[in-house]
């Protein structure tokens, strides 16, 4: 037979046993003080004892040992109900609320880069150029202009243009190179959340219980605003971070808010990943582990 109840369940057990043993004691206390006040002097005159030991409480009827056998019985049951009770007592996680569709970012919510200070002002442009007139005097009729040769010959034009323009095409691309290939967004193997990594099963399988787990963990630790819970603040925020090659949490920042002290909520519960003791499993391409950008949405939902 399969018995199981809460701790809620064996406290109250465990009074009721105490408030049981009490009533016993005070009824038999009442029982034996009615018997002492009759005149057993007068109703025992010239008794003699078989035995010395009949008389150790000099009359029967006040004699606390006849109720040894009672007493011991009740509490052989007991010590025997108690330690049913404590060993059926079983202790549950509590029910966690993770609201339906909690992985999916729906495609009309556009995740906007947080917010940073406003660039300052270009500046004015210059005034425009004074037109200063010439005296007729000072122009120089017979004076015939004299042109100088400026003219380039094309060797000089080609070495000079195009390996300055090679050279400066060749760094953009080296930078452009080292910006977008130390993280990706989407790899062969996405990083996993802990705890799954010994289930039975592919990739996929193991991928969906992280997913459970993360979820668990998300909606177990986050705390509602008390803010945002009285003025009805309901929404998702989405934090970015990186997973790192060891499975490490970096760079976690939030790229979306609802407001109320909720996207802070999110940024402190993604945070709590680094000081699990298991860190995530890394993302992997071409079987090497690789930095890996994760969105992860979190919903807030008034029950």
Known sequence: MDISIDGRTLVL???????????????????????????????YSGKKWASPLQARSKYPDVDVFNLSGPLFNFGLAASLGLTLLAFSWTQRDDEVFIPEDALTIEDDIE??????????PPPPPPPPPVIEEVPEEEILEDEEPEFVDQSVEEETVGSSCCRGTTTATTATTATTRTQSGGIFKVVEQMPRFPGCENEAGDNNAKKACADKK?????????????????????GMCVVRF?????????????VRDIGAGCGDESLRVV???????????????RGRAVRVQFNLPVKFQLE
Request: aromatic share 6%.
């Open 111 to 120: 995740i906007e880069p947080p917010r940073t200070a406003e660039p300052p």
């Open 13 to 43: 057990a465990l009074l009721g046993v105490m408030i049981l043993v009490v009533v016993l004691i005070l009824v038999f206390r009442s029982i034996v003080g009615k018997k002492a006040s009759e005149d057993l002097a007068e109703k």
């Open 214 to 234: 993360m979820l668990e963990f998300i909606y177990k630790n986050i705390k509602y605003p008390a803010i945002a819970r009285e003025n009805g603040v309901e």
């Open 271 to 285: 945070n709590l990943m680094n000081g699990m003791g298991e860190k995530w499993t890394p993302g992997k391409q």
């Open 242 to 254: 990186v997973v790192e090659r060891d499975g490490a949490i970096t760079d976690a920042q939030v």
